[in-house]
């Protein structure tokens, strides 16, 4: 599945992009696999293809929000910048802006509430 691999291949990377011997490969495969369905789910929910949530450095507001609540629900499994670089990011405070945007979109009444309200029930 090419949609696996570069998330893998991601995975596997350093910040500056080299493959490296320690950091993100010491990931067990358990995270790894939830980092991935997480990915999936998202791309799903938002109608996405998830290589573009990780690859695309621009895109339509469905994509920039998918990329958004992927930084959301992934926070706490690796670190914020090694998180906005997996995401296609560059900066460190990506992961932060992006959870202050999803904070406000997605109280209810606001844009994103329903679809994270389900992804949250898959989640939680």
Same mark, same amino acid.
């Given at each position: 599945?090419?949609?696996? !691999? $570069? %998330? /893998?291949?991601?995975?596997? /990377?350093?910040?500056?992009?080299?493959?490296?011997?320690? @950091?993100?490969?010491?990931?067990?495969?358990?995270?790894?696999? &939830? %980092?991935?369905?997480? $990915?999936?789910?998202?791309?799903?929910?938002?109608?996405?293809?998830? %290589?573009?949530? %990780?690859?695309?450095? /621009?895109?339509?507001?469905?994509?920039? !929000? !998918?990329?958004?609540?992927?930084?959301?629900?992934?926070?706490?499994?690796?670190?914020? &910048?090694?998180?906005?670089?997996?995401? @296609?990011?560059?900066?460190?405070?990506?992961? &932060?802006?992006?959870?202050?945007? $999803?904070?406000?979109?997605?109280?209810?009444? @606001?844009?994103?509430?329903?679809?994270?309200?389900?992804?949250?029930?898959?989640?939680?």
């Amino acid at each position: 599945n090419t949609a696996l !691999a $570069i %998330i /893998r291949s991601r995975l596997l /990377r350093t910040p500056t992009g080299r493959l490296c011997g320690t @950091g993100m490969r010491e990931m067990r495969m358990s995270n790894r696999s &939830h %980092i991935n369905q997480v $990915i999936q789910s998202v791309a799903d929910e938002f109608g996405v293809d998830p %290589i573009t949530i %990780i690859s695309d450095p /621009r895109g339509d507001r469905n994509l920039t !929000a !998918a990329r958004a609540v992927c930084a959301w629900m992934l926070q706490g499994t690796m670190s914020n &910048h090694k998180l906005s670089r997996l995401l @296609g990011r560059s900066g460190k405070s990506y992961v &932060h802006d992006a959870m202050s945007r $999803i904070k406000v979109r997605s109280l209810k009444g @606001g844009d994103l509430y329903e679809p994270v309200q389900r992804l949250l029930a898959r989640w939680g």
